[in-house]
C-alpha cells in the first residue's frame, strides 16, 4: 500500500482589496502566494513552489470541484516555507 497525500491548487479571483491569488492547500493547511504573471498558469506556479519545497510531484488531476490536485508520497514536508 502506498501512502498518498493530495494537495489541492485553486486560483482565488481578485477582490476590491485584494490581487489574483494561488491557493495551495493539504491536511487542513495551507497558504496563499500572490498571482506572479511570469507563470502560464496558477499550477505552474504552485509546482515550482513545491518543488523549490522539495516536494516530488507524482500525479496531477483534478477532483470533483475542477481543481487541479497535485498527489505526492511526501507526506512530511510543510507546502510553506519555514523561517
Known amino acids: 500500500m502506498i501512502n498518498a497525500r493530495l494537495i489541492t491548487i ?4 481578485p477582490t ?9 492547500k493539504s491536511d487542513g493547511h ?4 500572490p498571482y506572479d504573471y511570469r507563470y502560464n498558469s ?3 506556479q504552485a509546482y515550482d513552489h ?3 519545497l522539495g516536494i516530488d510531484i507524482c500525479l496531477i488531476s483534478r477532483n470533483d470541484k475542477g481543481e ?16
Do not use: A, C, Y
Not at 485553486?10 to 479571483?13: H, I, M, Y
Not at 476590491?16 to 495551495?24: A, L
Open 10 to 13: 485553486k486560483t482565488l479571483r
Open 16 to 24: 476590491n482589496t485584494r490581487g489574483t491569488r494561488v491557493s495551495i
Open 30 to 33: 495551507g497558504i496563499q502566494l
Open 42 to 44: 496558477s499550477v505552474n
Open 50 to 52: 513545491l518543488s523549490e
Open 68 to 83: 487541479t490536485v497535485f498527489i505526492t508520497e511526501d507526506m512530511h514536508t510543510p507546502i510553506k516555507h519555514i523561517k
